[in-house]
């Protein structure tokens, strides 16, 4: 059974940085599609940024620029690099496998000064 675990949240003022992490267990996880959701209150779930098991990458327009996308095979481990953080970036934000249709419990980002 995969499991998703996202830890790096927390709360950071406008412009600053932030590193999520989601950890897999189970399931093959090398050559998975992996994303990163987001959502806020009020409104629907959003993709943020996906990576292939090849590791090609694809953004949302809003982050384009800003964050970053990356996977560490040998950790079974998915990262998502925050830059330039905006207040509207706040969110749950979840990590989601593709491949076996799995969500993460998500983790909060709160951008406020």
């Known amino acids: 059974q995969v499991q998703l675990v996202e830890s790096g949240g927390g709360l950071v003022q406008p412009g600053g940085s932030l590193r999520l992490s989601c950890a897999a267990s189970?399931?093959?996880?090398?050559?998975?599609?992996m994303g990163w959701y987001r959502q806020a209150p009020g409104k629907q779930r959003e993709l943020v940024a996906q990576?292939?098991?090849?590791?090609?990458?694809r953004y949302a327009d809003s982050v384009k620029g800003r964050f970053t996308i990356s996977r560490d095979n040998t950790k079974n481990t998915v990262n998502l690099q925050m830059n330039i953080l905006k207040p509207e970036d706040s969110a749950v934000y979840l990590c989601?496998?593709?491949?076996?249709?799995?969500w993460g419990q998500g983790t909060q980002v709160t951008v406020s000064s």
């Open positions: 189970g399931g093959i996880f090398s050559g998975s599609h």
């Open positions: 990576i292939t098991g090849s590791g090609v990458t």
């Open positions: 989601y496998s593709l491949t076996y249709a799995v």
